[in-house]
């Protein structure tokens, strides 16, 4: 299988960056006589390598190509981290004339091997990611290509098929056991692990199929297969407090009691309300005139209270021992009641 590997097109584009260039390319118009000689080299080899290869794309057509071409890219950006970032031996503004030359490159070149200077951005490490789920994608569907040439002809022995499936599970086994998690639930948010529909760790089953010739055609047979998890990420309380009070409000199947679908930000406004309104009253009470003032009053009506309390216990005693003594002169109109026996 490796043999067929090698003879991929974006396999061959990658081995070819690795090697030494054969003549010396930079642009024109770029000053090296004041760079000291060490540094001077390192730009002319970066720069012969990236005309070189970027001349080499007139050879690829589709998506070939069109990988080949972030690929490229990828190259240049880890160029540029290697001796502007972690070797600290160029700044930026030297670095420029490496930029300058792909400039030149896209103006002067005719379409078929046009390709367009776009610097990730991202990490280093989470670039290389993607770039390595990239090439397996490339490679398997050049595979899937050369298969299904074979797969018309009934007496060739199909050797890509073979290949195909045999580089699937090779790497079905080296993305899924490289302890690594996925870090979104919506597969768009991930730079990483997301290439296209087709080429994905949110999907297993379809990035990873099992092919299979009937009747001289190649078909794809999606087989169950363990998936990657999901990261644990810790809860943010305020979104899982949204989440729920989104959740109480979407239609449900069950029958349940009515509940208050008053929102918890209205219950919440409502009690800061009030224990803002409590706080300011505390403070009115104890520290200003107004609470002097009301202190007095409350005094003054609780003596008030006192006395008509007092007065009306006395007045009520009074009418008491009227109403005994009344009673007592009374006495003289009662009768006996005695049972009568026959």
């Not at 087989?223 to 644990?232: A, G, N, Y």
């Given at each position: 299988m490796d043999n067929y590997v090698k003879n991929c097109p974006l396999f061959r584009f990658i081995k070819k960056l690795d090697t030494e260039p054969e003549f010396n390319r930079y642009p024109p118009d770029a000053n090296l006589e004041s760079i000291e000689h060490a540094y001077k080299a390192i730009l002319q080899k970066v720069s012969s390598i990236l005309y070189r290869n970027y001349y080499t794309l007139t050879a690829f057509q589709g998506y070939i190509k069109s990988h080949c071409c972030s690929y490229l890219n990828y190259w240049l950006d880890s160029q540029k981290e290697k001796y502007v970032k972690d070797q600290q031996l160029f700044d930026d503004e030297l670095w420029q004339i490496i930029e300058n030359s792909w400039n030149e490159l896209e103006r002067k070149n005719n379409p078929k091997s046009h390709c367009k200077r776009k610097a990730y951005g991202e990490s280093a490490k989470k670039t290389k990611n993607k770039m390595e789920l990239m090439i397996y994608c490339t490679n398997r569907d050049y595979f899937k290509d050369r298969c299904t040439t074979q797969a018309g002809y009934i007496s060739q022995k199909k050797t890509y098929c073979t290949a195909l499936n045999k580089y699937i599970d090779k790497y079905y086994r080296i993305f899924v056991n490289n302890d690594m998690c996925l870090k979104y639930k919506d597969r768009y948010e991930d730079y990483e692990f997301h290439f296209s529909e087709e080429c994905t760790l949110y999907d297993i089953t379809n990035t990873f199929p099992d092919y299979y010739i009937e009747e001289g055609k190649l078909l794809k047979?999606?087989?169950?297969?363990?998936?990657?998890?999901?990261?644990?990420?810790?809860?943010?309380?305020?979104?899982?407090?949204?989440?729920?009070?989104?959740?109480?409000?979407?239609?449900s199947n069950e029958e349940s009691p009515p509940l208050n679908d008053a929102p918890w930000e209205s219950v919440l406004y409502v009690g800061l309300t009030l224990m803002g309104f409590l706080s300011f009253s505390v403070i009115l009470h104890k520290y200003t005139p107004i609470g002097s003032l009301l202190r007095s009053f409350i005094t003054k009506k609780r003596e008030i209270n006192r006395y008509i309390d007092e007065d009306g216990e006395k007045q009520l005693l009074e009418y008491s021992s009227d109403f005994i003594d009344n009673n007592s002169e009374n006495t003289q109109y009662n009768f006996s009641y005695q049972h009568l026996q026959n």
């Open positions: 047979k999606k087989t169950p297969k363990k998936s990657i998890s999901q990261c644990e990420i810790a809860p943010n309380p305020t979104h899982d407090l949204k989440n729920l009070y989104v959740q109480s409000h979407e239609p």
